[in-house]
């Protein structure tokens, strides 16, 4: 079947710092990539989405990598704040336009 | 505008009972979709509804189900609880099944005991 997944659970930042954070699918026909936060107590929150017609896109502070030949995502957090502190998930949108997340990474920002 | 609003958020059951948590969407979202997150399996896709039709379901046992009223308020339902069914249950809404930003609320804490 379809899965999404994360290269590591945790990722540890010193404040300031860019963050980077992978995701490797598994469905080529995946035409639609989203990066969501979750902090603790609430629900995903949208933070950028991605085509497969595109290869990059850039929000504030944010930026998604998309790298189709090998089934790749990445989203780069510049100038990392304690506020990032969270749970960041891919989700890509495949067969029967179902969402499949990723495990999820914890991203720790550290003062 | 008012987000995705969930209730109960926290809900304890012993095995065995039944369960049933509502999602009330996004004014003027037509579909609601539901979402099992757990430490073990991250989120997976329980089922989602438009206009009070099941368009698409996830690979959950039949204890698993759901519906969705006129107004577009979505309940789902769980039987004969399971200790695995331990969760945050998440809704979420979209203006139509294919668009591509959905919403999600702050979720239901289910716990079985």
Redesign the interface.
Known sequence: GENVGLHLPTLSVQEGDNSIINCAYSNSASD?F?W?KQES??????II?IRSNMDKRQGQRVTVLLNKTVKHLSLQIAATQPGDSAVY?C?T?GS?????????TRLLVSP | KAGVTQTPRYLIKTRGQQVTLSCSPISGHRSVSWYQQTPGQGLQFLFEYFSETQRNKGNFPGRFSGRQFSNSRSEMNVSTLELGDSALYLCASSSEPKSDEQYFGPGTRLTVT
């Open positions: 639609y989203i969501y107590g609430k629900g995903p929150q949208f989405d998930f989700a949108r029967f336009q179902k969402l499949v997340f990723g495990t999820g």
